[in-house]
Each structure stands twice: as structure tokens, then as C-alpha cells.
């Protein structure tokens, strides 16, 4: 595929997070709630571009732009449901289109 002059590829990584919901806290609300800021100002700074919650409700996709992994692993270690993470799994990724 040839790459136009004006057209700049983005590069994102996409973090999966499956957390454990079999050992959820009694102030997992709480939790949320302090998550939810912390993703509101990601996304206000411009690192992150997307933000899903899984249908299983075990977890989210998020997708950063113009970060490198071991920046995007940084991020993620600051969320507090990082740490009921059952595993997180990184993707670098090219945009096309």
C-alpha cells in the first residue's frame, strides 16, 4: 500500500484489561468512579482516542494514540482497576484509515 505525501500514519496501542470479577472489593463503586476520572482526562490531554467497555462487563479496550507501549504500560499501572487485573494484553497498531 503507498503512502501519500499528505496522509501521516497514527501509530496507537490498543490495552485490553480483563479484570477478576470473582474477587470484586465492597467499594468497587468507588473504584469506578475515581477509573471513570481518571479516563475522563486522558481523554481530555488527547492520549487516549477510544475507550470500550467488554459486553462480558470483565473489563475495557483502550486505544492511545501517539504513545509509545511502555508509556501506554505506565498509563494503565496508574488506573486503580489495574490492580483486579487478571491480565492486560498490548497491541501496536498502525492506522490506515
Not at 16 to 23: Q, R, S, V
Request: hydrophobic share 40%; charged share 30%.
Amino acid at each position: 500500500m503507498e503512502q501519500s505525501g499528505t496522509h501521516k500514519n497514527e501509530n496507537s496501542i490498543q490495552a485490553i484489561l480483563t479484570i477478576d470479577t470473582d474477587n470484586l472489593p465492597g467499594n468497587f463503586q468507588e473504584i469506578i468512579k475515581h477509573e471513570k476520572e481518571i479516563i475522563a482526562k486522558w481523554k481530555s490531554e488527547g492520549i487516549l482516542d477510544h475507550f470500550f467497555l467488554r459486553q462480558t462487563r470483565n473489563g475495557a479496550v483502550f486505544i492511545f494514540k501517539d504513545i509509545d507501549e511502555e508509556k501506554a504500560k505506565a498509563f494503565m499501572a496508574t488506573l486503580p482497576l489495574y490492580k483486579l487485573k487478571k491480565s492486560v494484553e498490548y497491541f501496536n497498531l498502525i492506522k490506515q484509515f
